[in-house]
């Protein structure tokens, strides 16, 4: 018997391109986006006249969840097989992710198995480290800290209603969490004006978000009125009082936040027009009012479904670059 040869080497093909990952809303630039957005309405349209969209073949996402998701397992579960490849799911109970083998480990072993991988876990830290041990582009499928994906489907959810986004006013009111941070990063990028209004405490976090030193054409406002964020706003969004992994906070916030619930009245101060999104799962009654979600004025379902599109444009940029 003859020993064999590895059919490829232990590394990278020299001259191949970096490796990009999306870990963060300000991972793209402002022309990258422009691509983006353009490219999920065009395989949004192949998706809704039933053409098959076919240019991953025999690509493998993983898909990793250490926190629990209905919206962004679908989204890209389904989006990878309709770009024609397949996909792995793992979390953290499931695998020895749950075991204590370092990240680092983790990283190295499943992208050598793999072409692109999507993590949704707690510290930005550890999906950065994930990132940084990886042969293959990461994707940020929530961290505490932000939530790419979500703010993607968003702008092009906006656009899709009402036309470009630049220049409109965005009025988040709630939680200075991962969503809240992920919209400063995009009004820098998207030269949008964000008005932000949360209960003392719960601010956002600038030097996390790292936008306000750097906003290009948009703007951020703090508010301590709800209402006075809303006034003539062209878009009112919000998120659930307490994120996932800070359950133990959840009757102090369900207190601090009684007065940040979106309501009919908030709706009617702002722009005639305005639409109202949640990533969610939502909670009626708390954050946002069941006439309002439920209202006329409510594009979530759409925002919900716009999640897929545009991160099938995202792997494919992720993979193949511009096309
Ligand atoms: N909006 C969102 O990310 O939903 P899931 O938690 O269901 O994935
Ligand atoms: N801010 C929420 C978003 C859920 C999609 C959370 O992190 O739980």
Not at 32 to 40: K, S
Not at 142 to 154: M, R, W
Not at 155 to 171: N, Q
Not at 274 to 294: Q, S
Request: hydrophobic letters at 40%; one cysteine or more.
């Amino acid at each position: 018997m003859s020993f064999f040869k590895p059919a490829v080497p232990s590394t990278l093909p020299k001259g191949a391109p970096p490796v990009r990952h999306y870990l963060q809303f300000s991972d793209f630039s402002t022309e990258e986006y422009g691509y983006l957005l353009e490219r999920a309405a065009f395989i949004k349209q192949k998706f809704k006249t039933f053409q098959r969209h076919q240019p991953l073949v025999d690509r493998t996402l993983a898909m990793i969840f250490e926190k629990a998701s209905t919206r962004t397992r679908v989204s890209f579960e389904a989006g990878m097989y309709q770009l024609g490849g397949s996909v792995v799911h793992l979390t953290t109970g499931d695998s020895q992710l749950g075991r204590s083998e370092p990240i680092e480990d983790s990283a190295k072993v499943i992208s050598r198995m793999t072409d692109i991988v999507m993590i949704r876990t707690y510290e930005q830290s550890k999906l950065e480290s994930f990132a940084k041990h990886s042969r293959v582009p990461v994707i940020n499928g929530l961290t505490n800290e932000f939530h790419p994906c979500q703010i993607l489907a968003d702008i092009f959810t906006y656009i899709e209603h009402r036309g470009p986004i630049a220049g409109k006013t965005v009025a988040w009111v709630g939680d200075g969490n991962n969503m809240a941070n992920t919209w400063l990063q995009a009004a820098a990028l998207l030269g949008f004006h964000l008005r932000v209004s949360t209960p003392s405490g719960y601010e956002v976090n600038e030097v996390t978000a790292a936008a306000p030193a750097s906003m290009g054409a948009g703007s951020y406002k703090t508010y301590a009125d709800p209402m006075e964020a809303c006034a003539g706003a062209d878009l009112v969004t919000t998120d659930v009082w307490t994120s996932m992994g800070y359950e133990a906070e959840n009757e102090v916030r369900r207190k601090a936040f009684a007065a940040w619930c979106v309501d009919r009245k908030m709706m009617a101060i702002a722009d005639p027009k305005a639409i109202f999104m949640h990533c969610l799962p939502a909670h009626r009654g708390e954050e946002v009012e069941a006439e309002v979600i439920d209202g006329p004025q409510s594009v979530v379902w759409d925002e919900a479904e716009n999640r897929m599109h545009v991160q099938k444009a995202l792997m494919e940029y992720l993979l193949l670059g511009k096309l």
